[in-house]
């Protein structure tokens, strides 16, 4: 399902500057859209995760105009590499009570419904009136508890603690035009449309991206424990197409009035559209950089996943039973200065095989002499 560069970048690209990764005959290589232009960095800077820390560099090699497209035998990988894979998730209102519904329904999409009607009524509208971590939503809580409806999700959607998860290990990440996966025994899952903020180092973020946050609403559901079952599994985690880096004309306040869209078109005709407007969401994309970098070090960075807005009610086959994926669903991801992302739809037992590892990458710098460009 591979699209041309020029159906994945934004229509602004002439005016931004991108990095990304293909996998070439020899092995990955980095590369950079600047100009209307696509050029190899690997030989100044064999890694993307070194590029975002340095974001100087002389250009790179031209291979030729966007419009060319990717060199014959070359195919676009996701544009991250040895950053770590983080989330935050339950980040918006609605998303608080979809987690909700799914532990009150113990991942059952039928009892679903009528939860949703209840939780509404009684807490939608006051999640969207407080701060997380203010004065007010510590009142909510207790309100909340006193009438038995508090949840775990909620503490993280109106406590002063954000969730962070690892969502995929480093380097198993896939790029647009590859099949995703979802699990092969989940019977209630759905797309996750998000912005995926590039953070080097030293905590600064870079730019950003698009990610397919996988999310199998009926493990998750069962127990919170099952997040890792139910996040990380083979090709379950998209991003892509290209990093944009952030410049004078592309900021973190675009980011913050960014719309996300979501189409998902399914092999039986099914079409589903939905948005994620960041504007909504409840606590800041800096602060949720701030929570991640905590205590912790990311000599390489990280790629963190904002959380979203979209969560899917519409029925797909039965009635009460919202949606789930079906094999073969194409799922579009796209922002106005972002680009598309793409998918096919299949499970993670089918996917093609997790193989280029930290071991196998390494390896193959080795042996092209890249190791001291890392």
């Excluded at 790029?175 to 092969?184: E, H, K, L, M, Q």
């Excluded at 078109?265 to 939905?274: A, I, K």
């Excluded at 960075?301 to 789930?324: E, H, S, V």
Aim: charged fraction near 25%.
């Amino acid at each position: 399902m591979q699209q041309s560069l020029t159906e994945s970048l934004p229509a602004d690209q002439q005016g931004g500057q991108f990095l990304g990764r293909a996998l070439a005959p020899e092995g990955p290589v980095v590369l950079r859209i600047a100009d209307d232009t696509l050029f190899d960095l690997t030989d100044e800077v064999a890694t993307v995760a070194g590029a975002v820390a340095r974001r100087h560099f002389s250009g790179g090699r031209v291979i030729g105009p966007v419009s060319a497209g990717l060199p014959a035998g070359w195919t676009l990988l996701s544009p991250i590499d040895l950053q770590c894979v983080k989330a935050c998730g339950v980040t918006f209102a609605l998303s608080a009570i979809e987690r909700v519904i799914e532990e009150r329904a113990r991942g059952d999409a039928a009892r679903a419904g009528a939860i949703r009607a209840t939780l509404e009524e009684k807490v939608g509208s006051a999640i969207r009136a407080v701060v997380p971590g203010s004065e007010a939503a510590a009142a909510l809580k207790q309100a909340l508890i006193a009438e038995g409806m508090w949840s775990q999700y909620l503490e993280v959607a109106i406590g002063p603690d954000a969730e962070v998860f690892s969502k995929s290990p480093v380097l198993s990440t896939v790029g647009t035009g590859a099949p995703i996966g979802v699990r092969s025994d989940s019977t209630w899952n759905n797309p996750e449309p998000e912005v995926v903020l590039i953070v080097d180092p030293r905590g600064e973020i870079a730019g950003a991206t698009l990610g397919n946050d996988v999310n199998l609403r009926d493990f998750e559901g069962r127990s919170a424990l099952l997040l890792s079952k139910a996040k990380d599994n083979n090709a379950s985690c998209a991003i892509g197409p290209f990093i944009r880096l952030f410049d004078d004309g592309f900021t973190l306040d675009d980011i913050r009035k960014t719309t996300v869209e979501l189409l998902v078109e399914g092999p039986e005709g099914y079409r589903l559209e939905g948005t994620n407007a960041m504007a909504e969401i409840s606590r800041d994309p800096a602060d949720l950089v701030r929570q991640t970098m905590s205590e912790h070090h990311f000599p390489d960075g990280f790629a963190l996943f904002c959380g979203t807005l979209f969560a899917p009610t519409q029925d797909r086959d039965q009635p009460g039973k919202g949606f789930t994926h079906k094999v073969g669903d194409r799922v579009s991801i796209s922002a106005p200065r972002l680009g598309r992302l793409t998918n096919g739809v299949t499970t993670s037992r089918d996917a093609p095989p997790w193989e280029i590892g930290i071991a196998a990458f390494i390896r193959n710098l080795a042996s092209r002499g890249l190791i001291d460009r890392i």
